[in-house]
């Protein structure tokens, strides 16, 4: 790890002006995934600005639209067991738990687990070249060890994966990022939060260099009986997605009135199709229906050798998730087995 | 064990050639086992190292130091957490329980270290320590009932030797104990 200098500064004003003080300076929350890249040479600060102790972002409350705010401090296990979360947005309890373990979600924050950054390997092996850690390098994935690697929105620059499972059903629920910066605060809604590779994969989100996460609003309950998140990976347990499926749908007697799909695993962002969506509307769900719409989904998924299986997985993924939410029965995430 | 005279920072060898009190070390205040500590650590001392390195407790174990394996568990503030993850100055003022902290005073061992021994719940024992906070946590936190639950929520501990099956059985144990109370 390199050596760097550390503050705690005891309010947002304080942690903004410590973030801005140094190009080099960074955020550090639970630490997670940035003390691990920190081992691995792959994040290398110069100053720490510790957040954990900001007063005001620690909690869980209304807003005045009748939804939830998530503070950014709130660890990923205050979030997925929290009385209103699980009754109000049970997708996004779901999501949190099929996520890393016990351990790791007690000391893991809402802010941080939207910033955590890809595991593809070669961006964590700092001695070969990667364009999102060194730009202009070249991307060792595309013709190389890429099983978990993105099958949708990929550019020739990168073909990395964001690894969160909360993301995931925040881009279902349309939930809204709260950020402060020099000049105030802002919304980011989540379907602009995080980035599509492009020409510039180096930047994961919108979110600017001297901005901090507050918190995340989650608008008024919706999807509370027909959800699901299906989580598929090489493990039951500890172990990122190869592919996810958020799967929400409101239902008008026995026809769908509103559907959200979002998947994880497959691109650099949680992926939604809103003309896949709005195909559910109206229609009775059945499987006919499912099938078109997965194959909406992913139009234009392009393996790249070892990740050629995620677009069936997906497709496949997408129509269970389609019926396990039209069902009212939630994938558990203790029970692994997939009805 | 805190007598033991161990090589220190093997394999740090930057550190190993930095004097005491450098400027850059920053006090904190930790309670770990229920004694009050004030400490001078570097920014980048892990919760883990300053543990078995600076305070000689060996008893919390560094099987990976990314987070993977869980042999590092121990409780901040009753929560239970990768100790390699943690910058140990970013717990100024929490406390910290290890696996040499569980026990009674008067040597009585936890509940759950009892059941560990009861059910043979480890074979080479590198992953005990971990394993036993980590269930002490478990306890705490109430989510799991069944052994299903006690199994998703022990996944972030890694058994090499394969004692799962023991394990569960040490953990269910217990738990049976506590809800017959
Ligand atoms: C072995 C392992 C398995 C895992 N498995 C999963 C999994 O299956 N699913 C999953 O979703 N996640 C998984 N994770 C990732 C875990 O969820 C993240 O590491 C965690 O959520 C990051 O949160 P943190 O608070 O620790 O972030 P930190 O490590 O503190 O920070 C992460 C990034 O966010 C920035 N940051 C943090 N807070 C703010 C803020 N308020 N404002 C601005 N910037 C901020 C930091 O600068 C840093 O760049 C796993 C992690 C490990 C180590
Ligand atoms: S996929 Fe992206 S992160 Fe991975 S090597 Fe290529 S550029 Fe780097
Ligand atoms: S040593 Fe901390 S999880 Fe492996
Ligand atoms: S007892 Fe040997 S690793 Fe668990």
């Known amino acids: 790890m390199n050596r760097f200098s550390y503050a705690r500064p005891g309010s947002v004003a304080d942690a903004l002006r410590e973030v801005s003080s140094s190009p080099a300076a960074k955020i550090i929350a639970g630490g997670t995934n940035l003390v691990d890249l920190m081992k691995y040479n792959v994040e290398r600060p110069t100053h720490l600005v510790d957040v954990s102790r900001l007063p005001g972002l620690k909690a869980i409350e209304e807003t005045q639209e009748g939804g939830l705010r998530i503070g950014a401090l709130v660890s990923n296990t205050s979030a997925a067991y929290d009385e209103r979360v699980k009754e109000r947005y049970p997708l996004l309890s779901s999501a949190i738990l099929a996520g ?10 809402t802010g941080g687990n939207l910033l955590q950054r890809t595991r593809c390997y070669y961006f964590y092996d700092a001695a070969v070249p990667c364009n999102k850690r060194e730009p202009g390098t070249g991307c060792p994935a595309k013709d190389g060890v890429n099983r978990i690697h993105a099958i949708l929105g990929t550019s020739e620059k990168c073909i990395a994966t964001h690894p969160s499972d909360m ?28 980035r599509l590779p492009g020409d510039t994969p180096e930047k994961d989100t919108n979110l600017g260099a001297d ?44 026809k769908v009135a509103e559907a959200r799909i979002a998947l994880g695993g497959v691109a650099h962002k949680p992926w939604r199709v809103p003309e896949a969506e709005k195909m559910l509307r109206g229609k ?44 009212g029965t939630p994938q558990s995430q203790t029970d692994k087995r997939i009805q | 064990m805190a007598d033991l005279e161990l090589p220190t920072r093997q394999g740090h060898a930057p550190d190993a050639s930095l004097p005491r009190g450098l400027p850059g070390e920053i006090p904190i205040t930790l309670t770990i086992n229920g004694e009050r500590r004030e400490l001078h650590v570097r920014p980048w001392t892990t919760l883990l190292d300053l543990l078995r390195e600076d305070i000689s407790l060996y008893g919390t174990k560094k099987g990976c130091d990314h987070g993977q394996c869980g042999a590092c568990t121990v409780l901040l503030d009753g929560e239970r957490i990768n100790s390699c993850l943690a910058l140990a100055v970013t717990k100024d003022g929490c406390e910290v329980t290890t696996i040499e902290g569980l026990a009674a005073k008067d040597g009585a061992l936890h509940p759950m270290q009892e059941a560990f021994i009861e059910h043979d719940a480890f074979q080479c024992g590198y992953c005990t320590p971990g394993q036993i906070c980590s269930a002490v946590g478990l306890l705490k936190e109430g989510h799991a009932r069944t052994r299903e639950e006690i199994r998703e929520m022990m996944s972030g501990n890694l058994c090499r030797c394969g004692a799962y099956t023991n394990i569960v059985d040490a953990i269910e144990d217990v738990l049976a104990k506590e809800a017959a109370k």
């Open chain 1, 100 to 109: 890393a373990t016990a351990q790791l979600r007690n000391a893991a924050t």
């Open chain 1, 284 to 327: 009775a769900p059945d499987r006919e229906v499912f099938e078109a719409v997965a194959e909406r989904i992913l139009q234009g998924a392009q393996g790249y050798g070892e990740n050629d299986f995620k677009i069936e997985l997906a497709r496949r993924s997408v129509i269970r998730a389609l019926s396990q939410a039209a069902a």
């Open chain 1, 211 to 254: 901005e901090i996460i507050l918190a995340v609003e989650l608008p008024e309950a919706r999807f509370t009986k027909n959800y699901t998140y299906l989580k598929l990976r090489d493990r039951l347990s500890y172990a990122f997605a190869l592919v996810s499926v958020a799967a929400a749908l409101e239902m008008d007697g026995d």
């Open chain 1, 167 to 194: 993301a995931v059903a925040l881009a279902a629920l349309e939930a809204v990022v709260r950020v402060a910066g020099p000049n105030g605060e802002r919304s980011i809604p989540m379907a602009e939060f995080h």
